[in-house]
């Protein structure tokens, strides 16, 4: 069966850090364009970085939200996606997800079909 296992998700003072694991089973990671994404309830699904597979241009894209804070990469002898989030705020409260699709152009959820079941990320002093 196809799937995601994420893990690294859990409580964290502001200005902590915290790096999330995605661990592939059943296809290989470096094959699909892969993401990360959160949720708080009551939103849309945000696209937090997203990076191309390897037969493609291996573009990688960071949201606003990301930018500068998050960075994504992947271990393809794990076969395991990471992000690696960084001077995290309380308005990063949300669960966080990774999804691999085809291809991305704009990181949208939309874009992809595997879905890992998210991870909880609470910031708060």
């Known amino acids: 069966q196809d799937q995601f296992v994420e893990s690294g998700g859990g409580l964290v003072q502001p200005g902590g850090s915290l790096k999330l694991s995605c661990e592939a089973s059943g296809f290989i990671l470096d094959h699909y364009a892969v993401g990360w994404f959160r949720q708080v309830p009551g939103k849309e699904r945000e696209g937090l970085s997203c990076?191309?597979?390897?037969?493609?241009?291996?573009?990688?894209f960071y949201s606003d939200s990301a930018k500068g804070r998050f960075t994504i990469s992947k271990d393809k002898h794990r076969n395991t996606l990471y992000l690696q989030m960084n001077s995290l705020k309380p308005e990063d409260t949300a669960v966080y997800s990774c999804?691999?699709?085809?291809?991305?152009?704009?990181?949208?959820?939309?874009?992809?079909?595997?879905w890992g079941q998210g991870t909880q990320v609470t910031v708060s002093s």
């Open positions: 999804g691999a699709g085809a291809f991305f152009k704009d990181c949208s959820p939309v874009e992809f079909f595997y």
């Open positions: 990076i191309g597979s390897s037969d493609s241009d291996g573009r990688t």
